[in-house]
Structures are given as C-alpha cells and as structure tokens.
C-alpha cells in the first residue's frame, strides 16, 4: 500500500511541476510564495470531514447545537466513550496521538513543510522540471545524515551502495542542467535555482526524519486531521509573510490575472491537497529513506514528459543517470523489505 501511494505521488508531483513550470517559463504568473501559500492553506479543508468524524452532538443535550470534542484519534471497542487523553505505554505498543498532540505536531511542522514546498517551487522558476526532481533527490543523503542522527537510520553495505549509485545518477544528470529562461545566465542558474533546490531537499529530509521520529507508526495519526491544522496554521500564522516579500520587494503580491491562470492554480492546488496527504501515508507506511528515493522516480518521468509534450531530447549520459537513480530505489526498496519481513 506504501508503494502505491508513492507511485500516485511520483505522478502527481511531476504534474504540478510541469504545470508551474509552464506559468514560470513563459512569465505569465511567476509567483511561487502565493502558489506555496495558497496550496498549503487549501490544506485547511481537511478538517471538515474530521468535524463531523471528532466531534460529536452531545446525548446528554438531545440536540445538535453542542459539540463534543473526542480527546483521542478515535474511540474505545465499545465505540461510546472516548479514549483518555493519556494512555501508557505498555508491551511496545503506541498509544494513539490525541487531537491536541496531533495539534501540537502539525503546530511544530508548520514552517518547515512550507518552507520546503516553498524552496521546492521557487527553484522552478530558473531549473526546469527535470533539473528540479534531479536535485530534489538529494534530499536522500540529508534523510540518512539526520536519521542516522535522530537514530532513525542506520548506515550498512546495502544502503551506501545505493545512495552512492543515486549520487553518481545524479552528477550524471546534472551535466545536462540548462537556464530556464534566456534572460537568465547558466551561472545564475546554478548559483540561484539549484541552492533552491537544494535547501528544499534539506527541509525535505528534516521534515521526513523528524515526523517519523514523532509518530513512528502510521496507525498512531490521522493524516487528514494532521494536514488541516497545518493548512489552518499556514492561515491563520503565516500570512504576515505574504506582507514581508511583497514590500521587501523579493516577489510582489498580485492576484491571478487571468481566468486560465486561477484554473491551473486550482487544480494544482487539488494535486498538492491529495498529493501531500499520500506522501505522509507513503512515508509512515514504508520508511523516510525508500519514499525519499523512492521519489526519485520522478526524474525518468519526467525525462519522458519533456520528450513527449516539449520534444526535448537528453543526452544518454542523462539516460544512464535516470538508470542509477532507478536501480537505487529497487536495491533499496528490497533491502528495506527484507528487514521488514526478518523484524
């Protein structure tokens, strides 16, 4: 089930991407903090299933006018009373996040997931898609450097191997990184466009690490009540922010200047809502290290999507890379299995 919502997210990530990098490249609406900041805060329409799922009318009033708040990500057996609001640990087992942990989590992860969709973004905006997905891989090395850390990841022959053979698809592909747009330099690129990307890997292996650390099995949060208090965050927190760069001058705040353009907005905003949400599922389903190289994936994808809709041929040094990167995330993936099945 993990590998199949990873396959979904490969999908829809290098969709969006090509849908952003097309509103870049041709400077129709090159505004990667307001995309971030909206697609994050859609993030809040989570919570409206979960209202009617966690809070309850009240039997005791016979009404529907006061609602009750369960204290825990779920009920008893008995489905009638609520699970307490701590509950021990006993032989190995985790007790569900509370609501009010679940809000504490997403409290903490606020930032840090938008700055990383955030960095993610903007790279677009001087890389194309595939130069973006090559250098957000790299977010593997940062997964095992902070896991190994946090003690989450263990280094082993298997796992260096693999991550040396991503590192080698990855320079392998680099060598083909080309300016986005004419105005721009190579060396701009470089020194703007694939930090971005970079820092975005960064913020990328961190978040994976720690929320990992935090909920350590997948059954222990309900991911939909965890992304709509982060959308409700992003809202309610961090609009100020949208005040900062536009005033600042670092990218001035305009709303969507044409009907087409709130259309390709809107729908990458339901790509990155759906998206995000079976990343997180991916991610505590498997572990932080194969769903980061798992996403690897994206680079062949979009390797294909650049020949099929933008007719843009690659050298075979970039069709060798994306094999590396491939057989990484296969080795890998069988190795992870095998501890699993041997656990």
Not at 33 to 42: E, K, L, M, R
Not at 111 to 130: E, F, G, K, P, R
Request: hydrophobic share 50%; aromatic share 16%.
């Amino acid at each position: 089930m993990g590998l199949f919502f990873l396959c979904c997210v490969v999908v829809l990530w290098v969709l969006s991407s090509f849908l952003l990098n097309n509103l870049f490249e041709e400077k129709v609406y090159s505004k990667p903090f307001i995309i971030t900041w909206f697609n994050t805060a859609s993030f809040s329409l989570y919570l409206v299933p979960c209202y009617f799922r966690y809070w309850k009318p009240s039997p005791m009033e016979g009404n529907h006018d006061n609602l009750v708040p369960e204290t825990s990500i779920g009920i008893n057996n008995y489905g009638i009373e609520p699970l307490p609001e701590i509950i021990e640990e006993s032989d190995d087992k985790l007790h569900p996040l509370t609501i009010s942990e679940t809000l504490k989590l997403s409290f903490c992860f606020c930032i840090l997931w938008l700055m990383s969709n955030l960095l993610n973004n903007a790279s677009l905006v001087y890389t194309s898609v595939s130069s973006q997905t090559i250098l957000s891989s790299t977010s593997s090395f940062f997964t095992m450097l902070v896991g190994y850390l946090v003690n989450q990841e263990t280094f082993n022959k298997t796992k260096i191997i693999s991550l040396v053979g991503l590192l080698v698809g990855v320079i392998c592909v680099t060598l083909n990184d080309k300016p986005q747009t004419a105005d721009v330099t190579p060396f701009q690129t470089i020194l703007i466009g694939d930090v971005l990307a970079l820092l975005g890997a960064l913020c990328y292996g961190i978040y994976s690490i720690l929320l990992k650390l935090k909920v350590k099995d997948d059954s222990r949060m309900d991911m939909k009540l965890f992304f709509g208090f982060v959308g409700v965050f992003n809202t309610v927190l961090l609009w100020p922010s949208l005040l900062f760069v536009h005033y600042t001058g670092i990218e001035r705040f305009q709303l969507p200047p044409s009907r087409n353009v709130w259309y390709v907005l809107l729908f990458n905003c339901a790509i990155s809502f759906l998206a995000d949400f079976l990343w997180a599922r991916a991610m505590l389903l498997t572990s932080p290290l194969t769903v980061t190289v798992g996403l690897c994936l994206t680079i062949p994808l979009a390797l294909m999507c650049d020949i099929i809709f933008k007719f843009k041929f690659n050298s075979p040094i970039y069709f060798f890379g994306a094999f590396l990167v491939c057989f990484s995330f296969y080795w890998i993936n069988k190795h992870e299995k095998l501890d699993s099945e041997n656990s």
